[in-house]
């Protein structure tokens, strides 16, 4: 993988990749900060472990 590529980043953590595809991610993922960024950033928002619930706290506005 020498040039960018969203979609085979996300097949890559889905792991629908094959051993060539992995490889191409990983030589380009030590290669491209940019993909890092974005790879962590994926699997960390998709990741429900790391979602923390804070309710949002609302004040009902009475207008009159």
């Given at each position: 993988?020498?040039?960018?590529?969203?979609?085979?980043?996300?097949?890559?953590?889905?792991k629908q990749?094959?051993l060539?595809?992995?490889?191409d991610?990983?030589?380009?993922?030590?290669?491209?900060?940019?993909?890092r960024d974005?790879?962590?950033?994926?699997?960390?928002?998709?990741?429900?472990?790391?979602?923390?619930?804070r309710?949002?706290?609302t004040?009902k506005?009475?207008?009159g």
């Amino acid at each position: 993988m020498q040039t960018c590529n969203f979609e085979k980043l996300v097949m890559f953590l889905d792991k629908q990749l094959d051993l060539d595809g992995k490889l191409d991610v990983l030589d380009h993922l030590d290669q491209c900060e940019i993909c890092r960024d974005a790879i962590y950033h994926i699997s960390r928002d998709r990741d429900a472990d790391l979602f923390v619930y804070r309710p949002c706290k609302t004040e009902k506005v009475v207008s009159g």
